[in-house]
């Protein structure tokens, strides 16, 4: 009786906000009666709000309610899931919630509560990945009307096979699932997958259908996604539509070498060597070590029909980078212009 009261106290002073009073009286109910299930259920959640989730589990696993009640019990193996995951242990967590959602139609806060965990640690390792993705197809099905939990599902099969995972299916049969999911989702957040399925058709090397993806994702959200649809343009031939988008991350939503570079890569593709060299020149300002730029700023010097400039911008790119490729490449192909003539003749492209 007297742990009881003590538990109480400790109950009534952690409702008034004194916590440090209410743990004193929590203590002093386990000196007494070591056993009692509701004080090492009080203590756990407290240490989990605390963030100690080492002392959290500690209690939660003592917690035996000898009543039973399938709710109490329920509530109990809630609160281990979360401090198994952030102990790190996502297979003990994955355990626990799928012991919770048997129990899902007796008790509303389940679904929620074990959702809300799954999202938070479903890709923070690729173990608890294999484990989320039966947990989003399960959630799904009962909870059809949530669209975040389908960007969930989309977005755990993208990390798994980012990682190298075989998720049993193909581009094709994943496109079908990812249709079905994407309608419901929003526009605020589609941009993401819809980016995600490009890059796999890229690795699939099937460019029309990468461009129809990031296209879709730059339509969405714009910025950094209209650098994957320039590419995709690029690897099309569609060099005069990927100009005015590798020009737009160039100048403002990522003016970095790459960029420049890219955007310079285009305006060679289309002959316009003025606007390529300049887009080479900023590259290199930005990354003097840019090997393949400043070789490629000669052959665009050589390609507008300035030879001696071709020839100073290569002499310098082979003294910086004396064992690059395109150093062998340039004293066999173009040695005429570097003291060799024998080995090479005037007007050789350098395409």
């Not at 400790?10 to 209410?22: F, I, P, T």
């Not at 919770?100 to 929620?112: G, K, T, Y």
């Not at 285009?266 to 002959?271: E, G, H, K, Q, V």
Request: aromatic share 12%.
């Amino acid at each position: 009786m007297a742990a009881q009261i003590h538990k109480n106290l400790g109950s009534s002073y952690a409702l008034l906000g004194d916590h440090e009073q209410a743990v004193d009286h929590y203590r002093e109910a386990l000196r007494l009666n070591s056993d009692l299930a509701e004080v090492h259920n009080a203590l756990g959640t407290h240490y989990v709000r605390l963030g100690k989730y080492e002392d959290a589990l500690r209690h939660l696993d003592q917690v035996v309610f000898s009543d039973q009640k399938q709710g109490r019990i329920s509530a109990v193996t809630g609160w281990r899931a979360n401090v198994l995951f952030n102990l790190g242990d996502g297979r003990a967590a994955f355990r626990e919630i799928n012991g919770l959602v048997a129990q899902a139609d007796r008790h509303r806060w389940i679904w929620p509560w074990c959702r809300r965990l799954v999202a938070g640690s479903g890709r923070a390792s690729v173990d608890n990945a294999r484990q989320a993705a039966p947990f989003w197809q399960r959630y799904v099905r009962a909870n059809p009307e949530d669209p975040a939990a389908r960007w969930e599902l989309l977005m755990t099969t993208f990390y798994l096979r980012g990682r190298g995972e075989n998720i049993g299916k193909s581009y094709g049969e994943f496109r079908e699932e990812f249709d079905r999911h994407i309608v419901h989702i929003d526009s605020e957040n589609a941009a993401l997958p819809w980016d995600r399925l490009g890059r796999w058709a890229q690795d699939e090397e099937d460019w029309a259908e990468a461009e129809r993806c990031f296209r879709k994702a730059y339509e969405l959200a714009g910025g950094d996604y209209g650098y994957c649809l320039a590419i995709a343009l690029k690897a099309l031939e569609r060099f005069d539509e990927s100009v005015p988008l590798l020009l737009e991350q160039a100048q403002i939503v990522q003016p970095d070498a790459m960029s420049w570079f890219q955007l310079a890569a285009a305006y060679a593709s289309l002959d316009r060597w003025r606007e390529a060299i300049e887009a080479y020149e900023k590259a290199l300002a930005l990354d003097p070590d840019y090997a393949v730029a400043m070789f490629d700023l000669g052959g665009a010097h050589w390609n507008s029909g300035d030879a001696a400039t071709a020839a100073k911008v290569w002499t310098a790119a082979m003294e910086r980078f004396p064992d690059h490729e395109l150093s062998a490449k340039l004293q066999c192909d173009f040695s005429f212009l570097f003291g060799n003539p024998a080995a090479g003749q005037p007007g050789d492209g350098a395409r």
